[in-house]
């Protein structure tokens, strides 16, 4: 049974820095890895997929990497704001592709104006 | 992009009543859709994954005949809770399996008093 597990659970950090968000799985085997935004009481945002033959993906201050073999993933947000504020969650996809996610346990990020 | 809605976002019931959840795929034909379900400060589990024209499959320790899913087309799924209690109470959250990832509703938000 695949198991997501995030660290670090909650993060505060000054506003400007440069941070790493980590998520490791147990089962290699995966299809994708996605990284979301959920933001209070809202639904999720999709921020990067990575499929399991990539090593990473960009979009803007955003770069998510994947080390399939490890069972690993790193988010980083670079010159982070106050906006950033939110619980960030991992999930992979299963083999087949287009199979059920599994989440991990989320970090809930604060950035400190 | 692929729009995925829910309704209601929130609805507030009485302990023993049915509530009916529906997901829909505005812009694309989904053959699969999935169920999650979020209590406060834990992350997503999957609920079910509901096909098209067939019975949903149901995760383990998630009682099929409390939480009925029908599938009839390829845009719309529904999750109906039947008689309701205090602990059913949650975030329900679908989402629908589109080419190369699923795309997620915005969620709603149950509370059973």
């Known amino acids: 049974k695949q198991e997501v597990t995030q660290i670090p659970a909650a993060l505060s950090v000054p506003e400007g820095e440069n941070l790493v968000l980590n998520c490791s799985f147990t089962d290699s085997a995966i299809y994708n890895l996605q990284w979301f935004r959920q933001d209070p009481g809202k639904g999720l945002t999709s921020l990067l997929l990575i499929q399991s033959s990539q090593r990473e993906q960009t979009s803007g201050r955003l770069n998510a990497s994947l080390d399939k073999s490890s069972g690993r993933s790193t988010l980083y947000i670079a010159a982070s704001q106050p906006g950033d504020s939110a619980t960030y969650l991992c999930?992979?996809?299963?083999?087949?592709?287009?199979?059920?996610?599994?989440f991990g346990t989320g970090t809930r990020l604060t950035i400190i104006p | 992009g692929a729009v995925v809605s829910q309704h209601p976002s929130r609805v507030i019931c009485k302990s023993g009543t049915s509530v009916k959840i529906e997901c829909r795929s505005l812009?694309?034909?989904?053959?699969?859709m999935f169920w999650y379900r979020q209590f406060p400060k834990q992350s997503l589990m999957l609920m079910a994954t509901?096909?098209?024209?067939?019975?949903?499959?149901?995760e383990q320790g998630v009682e099929k005949d409390k939480f009925l899913i029908n599938h009839a087309s390829l845009t719309l799924s529904t999750l109906t809770v039947t008689s309701a209690h205090p602990e059913d109470s949650s975030f329900y959250i679908c989402s629908a399996s589109g080419l190369y990832e699923q795309y997620f509703g915005p969620g709603t938000r149950l509370t059973v008093t």
């Open positions: 812009d694309f034909q989904a053959t699969t």
């Open positions: 509901s096909n098209e024209g067939s019975k949903a499959t149901y």
């Open positions: 999930a992979v996809g299963a083999n087949f592709g287009n199979e059920k996610l599994t």
